[in-house]
Structure formats: structure tokens, C-alpha cells
């Protein structure tokens, strides 16, 4: 078990036409011991590609991989001591799960037959699929492969756990449930893992940390609440929550923020912080909207329902700015309320904005020039 | 495409909506079904006639009367081919298994791993299967009157019943296995690129090595298609007459292989005994034509690749 | 559950200190670089590349890492693949490559009868003679009216068969396997079957074309007639092969095409010629390249159907007429230009050929 650090990794790819595409540029991240990292980000934005460099199966154009005290940029595949989970499980058809989970044990070490029974078995009891270990992969369940590709990483107790989409191809049931077991089996082994997936559910239950990615660039590394509620650019707050942060288009002008349909007074404090820009971008969680009866200061707005989708124990309101008859392009926006509420689609509501929640990021940069309010991060962070 | 019955009469009624036009195509291809067999039923049965039998009978009427019928021309023609069947085995078999390790292991070479310069490789592989091997022909004469392996296997000749003409057969061998590359190749790399390009990584990752990944994961998965270039290339093999012509040269050899005995097999009969030269074709042909009636389908889909 | 992977994680440590304690032991180079060699005993217990150290020669270091270097400039694998490829290569490549290139030397010279090649005197004339020459001439015509005659035909007839047995027909894959039944024979037989088939008095085609009142014919004796007899001997042969490959083809066209074109009211007729024939094309190009080399390689047709190196007048091709020339006449240097010319014209088919399929990503 040891500590994975990328450094400024950056990976170019040639294409046919001979130009060159960065698929991932000066990623550096210290994963700590025992510690589980997603990595995650939209599709195309050099994720797995960050991934399959830290495998060995895909070269570095430059910058380094560390593992513990080594080096390991150009080491080959076979020679790094690093477990992954393939998002197809990759499993050997011709074999059954004991002979798929002993292959690696077989290959990478020396241990005696008797040793690698011994571990195999109590790996497949860890699992629960001891009772399958004489099938071929053929005769298993999705979720049962899921499974095998999981121990035949974990049998070899390598110094780290890849996963790429390990969990996409199972039913949305499976999924969630295999979410919680994993977390739990990398806790029990305690091994540093690096976990890569789209689905930003995944990254907020299961990272210690997570990592966002995009266009191959870095765009944050913080534990799932840090990214949640201090983005650091206007992609993190989008991408991480779901439904994901309102944002609207805005100029300073002075102490305020003003568009077409805001006029958005802000503190002293505040307005210092966006003093050195000209046009920012407002973001709002859904669920830091309030809906109230009646305006109780300036931070409130008249807006009409447009619809309304009720989840049970919460519904997402969508309101609309002007009238949906008369405008040409409404602006619309989702706010998160309580499932007991009535609201109906057509109805005039009224919109709180507090400023404790509004998050403001740079117009042209995309960074936040100002995150939201929390008495104390630290403290709301779960101890898991 | 579905077979089920439903679909099939509605697909049937959609297209001609008639019996008529199920008869029609079932009489086409009942003709066709002649058309491709005749040659091959005219053959037999003029191989079991009689000489006179062969003359003055229909050509597609099996033998009716005992004095029509003969096995005589079997007889004959098993005398003439019989040490050219035991020598043609002699070398195909070896040849055949010999070309389809070498295929595979080249296109597991040039498929499944990771190098530059695979695929300019791999365009060169690919033409050598379409070369005329006329164009060759000369060279490989002179490169065996250059290395002698009669003299080279001259242990072989002591310590066993074979002539030293046998050397030839080494010669037909290694020529065959030369030429048979590139074809094995390409089939086996047909088959490789559809083989999961994860599989392929997590063993990797688990340890193994280029050529520990070939023993334990490439080869046991790679049956189906052995049994398919296998099949394939025994039939090439058995079948040549070219390569045997020009190293072997001639069927007075006490080495010749089958082919070259059965083409010789008319000169000697001038030409006109079908009884015998029927005979002698299906003696040659019986071994390819039990691979295929029990393989057929490793060799269509061996062909179709 | 944790105490197995405790218990797993002391004895695998135990075992990797006495593996690297051997190590260095034995083995001065293995201790002084594990990063640079790669090979690095980790606490995890897993010493990878151990294998390696003492086994590869005096300086194992070295030799590595100039495979290192080499694997740096050509890909990960290339040394640790070459095994695999490089032998059939090898072999391929001098036989095939090397072949050639000695073919086209020997045809520059004036090689004939019996003896060794005399490499001194390097010149065209055996091409000059060649392209001058009426047999070569001729043989050249036929070779082309061959190539694509039976080109031609075979993928017309493989065609309709394919689109035949595509019908939803029963036993459609017992018929497949009849009609490919005589590619599975050698030429050397089938020229037996035809001579019979053809037969001036009591072949089955003569009989056949006696009941509509024509012939009898002397096919393999009439110069007229002879390369239209092979060329039908040969499509009986192989229009089994583009059949296979159509019917391939045909399959993996989904079903929707087929119904989008009933929907449109189409008759079967030009719902063929208008949405399934266009998409055979990749296929037709692959299958008429194969045809073609069949074609090629005719030579053990015509050789057994007379049993001698003079094919029937009238169908000598350029295969027939090199390997006369060579084996029967000795004259090796004019035997290997025809065999150059014969070359090149399979050159001029496969090359395009190879080109299309490489711009595809089709190799």
C-alpha cells in the first residue's frame, strides 16, 4: 500500500491527419494511502485515458507517475503492481472464477498452489461468491461478473485498485448497492484506489476525494462536499449535483449585479470580492432557492411556475422569468422543494435568492471569485 | 434474420404471395443442386464400370448389371496412387500444423500487442497471399539445387526405410509452410481483432507477459480457428499440384506426392480409361472430401473469411 | 475477513525479503538499480522482473536496456513480440520477398540449360524476346480473357446463388455446403470430372446440348472452344466461393432493409437491384480479388487435363507458357521474365486492392 502521485501528466495523441490532440494536460494529483480518489468528469475529458497511464497501458508524452518511492512512468503494465476493474470485467471466457481470480496470483508471484487456493477461496468469501467459483464466466450474472472482476483484482493485494466504470453496465438497483460494497471492501483492504466514472452520484457517495476533469485539465481535487459547495470554477459547481446549479448571466455595476431580468443587490463583502470584474456569473443550488408568499427584502424575485416534477419526497419546480406568452426566450430555472408543498404549473410564486448561497464565478475565466457560505466546512463533513 | 415460422409465411406471402413461387425456387435450386453434383455422380459411377461398360453405357446411369460393374479400375488405380497418398499425409499433415503455428503466432504478433509499424507489416503479409507462385518458381529451384537436403538429411535415409528422394518432400514441406503464412495469418487476425481488447489488458495487469499471455490466453481461445485454418490449409496442401511439379518433378519419383501420380495417371493410360482416371481422382480426393463432409462448415467459414 | 489479508499480507512480505535478500546475494546489478531496470521489490510483496537478473548474459543490465531503447522508438512490445512475429516473417519474407527480387535478377540474365546462373551480364532481353514473341502475346490474351471472363461469371452466378439461399429457404445450409463441395476438390481432380463432363461421345454436356439439338462438340479439342470450356469448369469450381461471401454479406444487411423496401411497394426485383445490391460492393471487391488469384493459379487445371506442360491449343496462359518454358524448355531466364509479367498483372489487380483496403482499416 503506498501513495500514487501524478505529476503534471500529460498524454498527446497523433492523429491520422498527423496533428496532435491533448487528451490530458499537466494532471498532478497526490492520492494518499489507503485513500479512494474518483476521478470524474463528462465523456471525452481524458479520465480513462489518466487512468490507463497509471495502468501502463497507455504511454506518458510527459511528466511522471510515482508509487510509493518509485518511479514507475515507463515501467511496463506487468511489472507496476496495480489491480484494475475494466468496465467490460474482462473476464477470460475459457476459465472458471477460481482459475480467472488465480491467473494474476499465477503470473505476478511464486506462492504455492496451496497459498493461492487458500486466498482465492476467501477472497470468493469475501465477495459471496464462493459458490460460484467452478463456473465460467458465461454461466454468471452480470452482477456476478461484476463480482469476479473485483476478486481477481483484490486476490492479488496489489499496492493499487483502478476501476474504470467498473459499475456502469449493471442495472440501476445493482449499481447502488454495489456502490455501498465497494465502498466497504475498500475500507476492509485499506488499499489506495483510483476510481473513474461520468456519473457524478458515484463520485459524491463513494471518493474520500474526488478529482474533476475536464478537457483534460484538472479542475479541482477536494472531498465531495468542498466540491459541492466550493467549486472552484463554474464547471465543478455544474457538473457536481444534480439537478445541477442555476447560473445566470450578470454585470457589476457597483455594489449590485444587474441583467436584464435581476437586479441583485449584494454586501459590501461580496462586492469586494467581484470588484475586479466586469461581468460574472451567478450560481444557485436548486435547493438553496426559497419559495416564499410574499418579498421579504431585495433578494426576491417574482417568477411563475412552469413545471413541476414531483420525486416524492421532493419536488424540482422549474420558474420562469417573464411570460412564457409574450417573450421570446424566457429564462427558466429549478429550485428544490419539499414534497408536501403545493405548487402548480402557472401559478405566480416568488424566488428567494440569499446571498449566503449564491456563488459567483469570473464571466471569461469561469473561476469562483466568491463560494457560498458555510459556518464551517470541516464540521459538515461526514466521518465515514 | 428470424426463422420463426410466422414471419416466415408472412415474409412468404409478402414477397410472391403464391405457392407458385416457393415451387419455382425450390426447382432452382434443386437444379443447382444437380448442376454442382453431376460432374462429381458421373465420376462415380464411370469409376465402377467396366471398360466396355464406360463406352456403351449413359454417362449418369450407375452400373445396372453385374457385368457393367468393376472394381477393377480401384484396384488399379489404388496400386498406382497408394504410395503417393502415404507421402502426400507425409508432408501435409506436418506442413499444415507447422503454417498454422506460425500464422497464429504472427498474427498474435502483429494484432494484440503493442508496437509501431504493425500494420506496414501486416500489408505485407496480406500480399504474399496473392502472389502467383509462378513468379517464385525459378528462385525455389535454384535455392533447393543450393541447399541439399538430401545430403543434409542423410541420417534420416540411414535410419529409416525412405530414399533419399524423400528430401524432396522436406523441400514440398517447407515450401508449403512458407507460402501458407500469410493466409493463416490473415485468418488468425481476423479472429484476434474481435478478441476483447480488455482481456487483453487485464492480463496484463495481472501479470503476465507477452508470451505467458499467448500460452494461457491467446492459444486455448484460438481453437475454433485452428480448427479452421487447419481444415482450410490441409486442403490447399493436399491439393497442390504446382509446387509439387516443379521440386518433385516427376511421378516415377519414389517420393511423389498424390497429385502429381494422378495427373501422371492419364499420361500413362493415354488418356482415355475414365474408368480409371474417376477412379484415381476420387482415390486422391478422398481425404480432403472426408475433412469437408466433416467439417464442412470450419471450411466455408475458413473460406469466407 | 481482515485477518486473511493480514495473514496474506505477512506471509507474501516474508517471502519477498528472502527473494530480494537472494537477489542480492547473487546478483550485484539487480540491487544497484530496481528503478532503472524495473525491476522493484515492493513492500506489497510482489517482486516483479525477479526472472530477469543472471539469466540474460554477463551484463543483463545492458542488454536490457538497449531492448529498453528499442522498445522507446518502436512500441511497448516489440521486443517481447518479435518471437512471435518475426520468425514467420522471416520466412515469409525470403521466400515470398526474396523470391521475387531473385526471380526478377534471374530474368535480367541469360540463365538456360543446365548449370548456374551467370550474374555478370545484367539486361532486358529476355523481355525484349517475350514482348516480341506471338506465344507470349497470345498467352497474355488468354490470361486476361480467363481472369475476367471467369470473374465475371463467377460473381454474377455466386451472386444469385447467395441471394438464392438467402430466401428463407430450408436446409439452407446443406445447400451451402453442396455447392461449395467441388472447392474443397483439387484441380488435378476436377480436370478428371470436365474431361469426362466434356467428353466428344459420352460426356454428359454433349448430351445435354444433344437434346436441344446441338453438338456434338469436341470442347476440349476446338481451339474456339476450349477457354470457354475451362472458364465453365472453373465457375463450377469456385462460384461456390463468392457465394459463401455473399451470403455473408446479405446476412449481416439488417432485416429493416428488406421491409423498408416492401413498405415502399418495391417488387422484389428492384428492391434488390436498387438497396441490396449497392451494399455487396465491399464484398464484391474482396471476393473478385480471390477469384482472380484462383484464377491465377489455373495452371494445375490445364496441366492435368492433359496430363503434360501443353495445355490444349487455343487455352495457354501465361502460367502455362512460364513453367513450359522453364521446366520443359529449360529456359529458366525467359521463363522467369514471363513469370514478371505474369506478376505484374497480378500486381495491378492486388495493388489497388490493398491500397482500398488499407485506406479502410479494413487490413
Redo the contacts between chains.
Keep these: 500500500m503506498s501513495q500514487l502521485q501524478l505529476d503534471k501528466l500529460t498524454k498527446v495523441f497523433t492523429d491520422d491527419d498527423g496533428s496532435d490532440i491533448v487528451a490530458v494536460d499537466g494532471v498532478s494529483i497526490d492520492i494518499e494511502d489507503g485513500e479512494f480518489l474518483v476521478l470524474v468528469g463528462p465523456s471525452g475529458c481524458g479520465k480513462s485515458t489518466t487512468l490507463r497511464m497509471v495502468a501502463g497501458l497507455e504511454t506518458v508524452t510527459s511528466g511522471d507517475i510515482r508509487l510509493g518511492d518509485r518511479t514507475i512512468t515507463d515501467q511496463k503494465a506487468q511489472e507496476r503492481d496495480i489491480a484494475m476493474v475494466f468496465q467490460s470485467y474482462a473476464l477470460y471466457p475459457h476459465m472458471t472464477t477460481r482459475e480467472n481470480m488465480s491467473f494474476g496470483l499465477e503470473e505476478s508471484t511464486d506462492m504455492s498452489t496451496d497459498e493461492i487456493y487458500d486466498r482465492v477461496e476467501q477472497a470468493a468469501e469475501l465477495l459471496g461468491i464462493a459458490a460460484l467459483l467452478d463456473r465460467k464466466p458465461t454461466e454468471l450474472s452480470g452482477g456476478q461478473q461484476q463480482r469476479v472482476a473485483l476478486g481477481r483484482a483484490i486476490v492479488r493485494e496489489p499496492e493499487v485498485f483502478l476501476m474504470d466504470e467498473p459499475l456502469s453496465n449493471l442495472d440501476a438497483k445493482l449499481r447502488s448497492s454495489m456502490r455501498t460494497e465497494l465502498q466497504r471492501i475498500q475500507e476492509d483492504l485499506d488499499t489506495t484506489t483510483m476510481y473513474v466514472t461520468h456519473d457524478q452520484t458515484e463520485a459524491m457517495t463513494m471518493g474520500d476525494r474526488i478529482a474533476v476533469l475536464n478537457d483534460g485539465r484538472l479542475q479541482q481535487v477536494g472531498t465531495p462536499l468542498e466540491c459541492y459547495h466550493r467549486p472552484a470554477n463554474r464547471f465543478v459547481g455544474g457538473f457536481i449535483g444534480e439537478p445541477s446549479m442555476n447560473f445566470f448571466e450578470m454585470t457589476v455595476e457597483g455594489d449590485r449585479l444587474v441583467s436584464d431580468r435581476l437586479n441583485y443587490p449584494l454586501s459590501a463583502e461580496t462586492a469586494d470580492a467581484v470588484a475586479g470584474s466586469d461581468r460574472v456569473t451567478l450560481g444557485i443550488r436548486p435547493e438553496d432557492i426559497e419559495i416564499v408568499d410574499r418579498p421579504a427584502d431585495d433578494h426576491a424575485f417574482e417568477t411563475v411556475v412552469d413545471v413541476v416534477e414531483p420525486r416524492g419526497n421532493e419536488n424540482s419546480v422549474y420558474l420562469m422569468f417573464g411570460d412564457q406568452e409574450t417573450e421570446e426566450n424566457p429564462e427558466t430555472f429549478v429550485a428544490i422543494v419539499n414534497g408536501m408543498s403545493r405548487v402548480e404549473a402557472g401559478e405566480p410564486v416568488v424566488a428567494h435568492v440569499p446571498e449566503d448561497a449564491v456563488h459567483l464565478f469570473d464571466a471569461d475565466s469561469g473561476d469562483a471569485l466568491r463560494n457560498r457560505v458555510l459556518d464551517d466546512l470541516d464540521e459538515t463533513e461526514p466521518r465515514v | ?3 420463426e415460422t410466422d414471419t ?1 409465411t408472412e ?2 406471402s ?3 404471395g403464391l405457392d407458385g413461387y416457393r415451387i419455382a ?2 426447382t ?2 434443386g437444379l ?2 444437380l ?6 455422380e ?2 462415380l459411377v ?1 469409376s465402377l464400370k467396366t471398360a466396355t461398360a ?2 456403351n453405357t ?3 446411369l450407375p452400373p445396372l448389371s453385374g457385368a457393367e460393374f468393376s472394381l477393377e479400375n480401384y484396384a488399379t488405380a489404388f496400386d498406382a496412387l497408394a504410395n503417393g497418398v502415404f507421402n502426400s499425409l507425409l508432408f501435409a499433415i506436418p506442413a499444415t500444423v507447422v503454417s498454422a503455428l ?2 497464429s ?2 498474427a ?3 494484432t494484440l ?5 504493425q ?1 506496414p ?23 533447393y539445387s543450393i541447399i541439399d537436403f538430401a545430403a543434409l538429411l542423410s541420417f534420416v535415409w540411414a535410419l529409416t526405410p525412405l530414399s533419399p528422394e524423400y528430401a524432396n518432400l522436406v523441400e514440398l514441406a517447407v ?1 508449403h ?3 501458407g ?2 493466409i493463416c ?1 490473415v485468418l488468425f487476425r481476423s479472429y484476434y481483432t474481435t478478441m ?1 481488447e ?2 487483453m ?12 499471455i ?1 500460452r ?2 491467446v492459444f ?2 484460438s481453437t475454433p480457428m485452428f480448427a479452421v485454418v487447419l481444415i482450410y490449409q490441409f ?1 490447399q496442401i ?5 509446387f509439387a ?2 521440386i518433385v ?1 516427376t511421378s516415377s519419383s519414389p517420393a511423389s506426392p498424390v ?1 502429381l501420380d ?6 500413362s493410360m493415354q ?1 482415355q480409361d ?1 474408368g480409371l ?2 477412379a ?2 476420387f482415390i ?2 478422398l481425404p ?2 472426408l ?2 463432409i466433416a467439417f ?2 470450419e ?2 467459414e475458413g ?2 473469411t | 475477513m481482515k485477518e486473511f489479508f493480514e495473514r496474506v499480507r505477512r506471509a507474501t512480505s516474508g517471502r519477498s525479503a528472502d527473494r530480494g535478500a537472494g537477489a542480492d546475494g547473487s546478483d550485484p546489478e539487480e540491487s544497484d538499480g530496481p528503478a532503472e531496470s524495473g525491476a522493484a521489490v515492493t513492500d506489497g510483496g510482489v517482486a516483479t522482473g525477479s526472472d530477469r537478473g543472471g539469466t540474460t548474459g554477463d551484463d543483463p543490465g545492458a542488454l536490457r536496456r538497449a531492448f529498453d531503447r528499442i522498445d522507446d522508438r518502436l512500441g511497448r512490445d516489440f521486443v517481447e513480440s518479435s518471437p512471435f512475429w518475426l520468425p514467420a516473417f522471416l520466412l515469409m519474407g525470403f521466400f515470398v520477398y526474396g523470391a521475387i527480387g531473385w526471380n526478377v535478377l534471374i530474368s535480367l540474365t541469360d540463365y538456360r540449360g543446365f548449370g548456374t546462373v551467370d550474374y555478370s551480364q545484367l539486361d532486358f532481353d529476355m523481355y525484349v524476346r517475350a514482348f516480341q514473341s506471338s506465344a507470349v502475346q497470345q498467352a497474355a490474351i488468354n490470361t486476361f480473357v480467363l481472369l475476367l471472363g471467369f470473374t465475371i461469371v463467377c460473381l454474377i452466378f455466386g451472386m444469385l446463388l447467395a441471394i438464392l439461399l438467402d430466401r428463407r429457404v430450408r436446409y439452407d445450409n446443406s445447400l451451402r455446403l453442396i455447392y461449395l463441395l467441388p472447392m474443397s476438390l483439387s484441380f488435378v481432380v476436377t480436370a478428371q470430372f470436365w474431361l469426362w463432363m466434356y467428353d466428344y461421345s459420352n460426356g454428359i454436356v454433349n448430351q445435354v446440348l444433344g437434346l436441344v439439338g446441338l453438338g456434338p462438340y469436341n470442347f476440349i479439342g476446338n481451339p474456339q472452344l476450349v477457354l470457354g470450356a475451362v472458364i465453365f469448369a472453373l465457375v463450377w469450381q469456385y462460384s461456390g466461393y463468392a457465394m459463401v461471401v455473399y451470403l455473408s454479406a446479405l446476412r449481416a444487411i439488417p432485416d429493416e432493409h428488406f421491409e423498408a423496401a416492401k413498405v415502399d411497394g418495391a417488387s422484389v426485383v428492384r428492391m434488390y437491384w436498387r438497396v441490396i445490391v449497392p451494399q455487396l460492393r465491399s464484398a464484391t471487391i474482396s471476393a473478385a480479388v480471390v477469384i482472380m488469384v484462383f484464377a491465377l493459379k489455373a495452371f494445375d487445371f490445364l496441366y492435368s487435363l492433359v496430363g503434360g506442360y501443353r495445355p490444349p491449343n487455343g487455352a495457354d496462359i501465361l502460367a502455362t507458357l512460364m513453367v513450359r518454358e522453364a521446366y520443359q524448355n529449360t529456359n529458366w531466364a525467359y521463363g522467369s521474365a514471363i513469370a514478371v509479367i505474369l506478376f505484374m498483372m497480378a500486381l495491378a489487380v492486388i495493388g489497388p486492392y490493398l491500397v482500398y483496403q488499407y485506406r479502410n482499416d479494413a487490413l
Design positions: 434474420m428470424s426463422t416466415q415474409k412468404q409478402r414477397f410472391g425456387l425450390y432452382v435450386l443447382l443442386v448442376f454442382f453434383l453431376t460432374p462429381i458421373s465420376g464411370t464406360v463406352t449413359e454417362p449418369y506460425f500464422g503466432f504472427a498474435y504478433g502483429l500487442v503493442d508496437w509501431k509499424y500494420v507489416i501486416l500489408v505485407l503479409f496480406v500480399a504474399g497471399v496473392f502472389i502467383p507462385y509462378q513468379a517464385v518458381l525459378v528462385p525455389l529451384s535454384r535455392l515450401t509452410i512458407a507460402y503464412i500469410p495469418t476483447s480488455e482481456m489488458e487485464a492480463a496484463r495487469l495481472d501479470g503476465a507477459s507477452v508470451r505467458r499467448y494461457r490466453i486455448p481461445l486442403t493436399w491439393n497442390d499440384l504446382l511439379l516443379v518433378a497429385t494422378l495427373a501422371g495417371l492419364g499420361v488418356g475414365f482416371r474417376m484415381g481422382a486422391a480426393a480432403t472430401l475433412v469437408y464442412g462448415d471450411f466455408a473460406v469466407a
